[in-house]
């Protein structure tokens, strides 16, 4: 099936990136293929997309779509079968070798024997010549996720939200120009994911830092992005691409309100094709 | 902005205000402590008693079994004697110990970059493990001669095999997802194997250095009895051949007090050192 209003109108670029000619990332007909004992699958098939600098899109799509697969691709920990990558203007791998892009996994993916603050402070110690701080102090940014006073817990002394915050601190402690998050609230209760949604747009509104998203949740994708990229299963491609029409500063409260519900609505019907 | 983390404060503070309960359950939980420090020590001092009894009533000759009493006189009156045949023993325990330990880990890292090392090999220290020790220690002697040397080999060799496969398991067993980790950080091999296999292999080595720690204690005896003169091992089979059995048994005490103390060490070490260790935190 052929990808759908792939066009992005020029109106829906963030505020901050107006005029801003480079994509951070621009992906165009990536296809992955993995082979295995049972045979090959094709996880994901000719997808296209473009984020502007400084936008949030969030990807939603059935389990098995390959959302984190497209992840993976960007952050060059998989090679596309066939396909270009872009990421800010260059090659993925110099991107990662400079330390543009921060990375948030689904279960945190902390180092059990480090402290908060010792975990954030993992990529300024490995990597050699490449760890140069930024601009925040790993002590500031448990602060901006809100854990100042936790800095000296261990993983197993905090909560499975209190985790994934370290974790997000950890991605932004080299000031990265882009964050992937691959269903980082995905294992969260729901009153703790509402709550770390709120905060991650403050983050995201502070730091100025492009966002690519994985979500399986409606709500999430829907509230978060600026733009919800939908992608359908087997083979993994892109099935439309939906502008997110909501004011800004975004406040769970909005849910309620009737272009979000609309937005929800039209989201759920798409994903039912897919 | 409302956090789990002041949560969690005021959750405290709550818990501070009725100071009186918190008082009581902290002697609560301070008397059921010392119950489970006291209640093994009273099973034990039991025990010794109703042997006493026994050897007395059913008047039992001392080289069958001899009394604890006469154990303790044996133990104080040849105390200086007993520990110069201890000191032997414990440094082929303990050279053996970390011979074996290193050997294991330097291998166990060579098995994870290199896997076909691991194919060849593994087999061949499987084969050499199902060996019993006892038939190990004559060929060693054979081999090593009759000094510390086959000795200090049967305890490294008996340390090894659980180290081998423990710590192979750990640097192996690290998550993808901290691998990929590592990967985005554009880790070189050298950290990765320093920050995450091997922090992550501790717990795993600390359980096989336990086992170690006792059986290093057994080799070394077990290859005194084969040709030695001196040694808890050689102290052993003097006593047996002569019938003294209260030295016996005081020769045993020394023993096992040696491994358990050196059980201890190894346990104080990783409490130490793997506090962020779930299991052991509590
Ligand atoms: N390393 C891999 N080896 C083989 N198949 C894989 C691998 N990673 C993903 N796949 C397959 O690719 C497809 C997409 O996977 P994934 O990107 O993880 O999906 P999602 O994150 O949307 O749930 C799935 O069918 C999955 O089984
Ligand atoms: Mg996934």
Redesign the interface.
Known sequence: MPALALDRPSDRMAPTAAGDATPAITLDRITVRFTTERGTVTALDGVDLSVQPGGFVTLLGPSGCGKSTLL?VV?D?IAPSSGSVRVLGGDASVA??R?D?G?V???A?L????TAQQNVE??L????G??QPGKRSPRELLELV?????ENA???EL?G??RQRVSIARALVNDPKLLLMDEPFGALDEI?RD?LNE?LLRVWEETGTTILFVTHSIYEAAFLGQEVLLLAARPGRVRELVPVDLPAPRQIAMRETRAFVELVAHLRRVLETC | MSLRATDALQMGGAFAEDAEAQARFEGTQRMLAWRRRLLPIAAVVGLLVVWEIAVVVFDIKPFIAPAPSMVAKVLAAKFGMLMSNLLPTAIEALSGFLLGNAAAIAIATAFVYKRTLEEAFFPVAVMINTIPVVAKAPILVLLLGNGMEPKIAIAALICFFPTLVNMTRGLRDVSPQQLELMRILSASPREVFIKLRLKNALPYLFSALKIAASTAVIGAIVGEWIGATAGIGALIIQATYNFDSPLLYATIVVGSAFSATFFGVISWAERRLLKWNVGHAA
């Open positions: 993976r952050a920990l990662r070798e330390r892009i990375f996994f689904q279960d993916a180092l059990p024997w480090r993992l990529p110690e490995v990597g050699g490449r760890a809100g854990l100042a006073g936790w261990y993983p197993h909560s939200g209190m703790t709550r905060e």
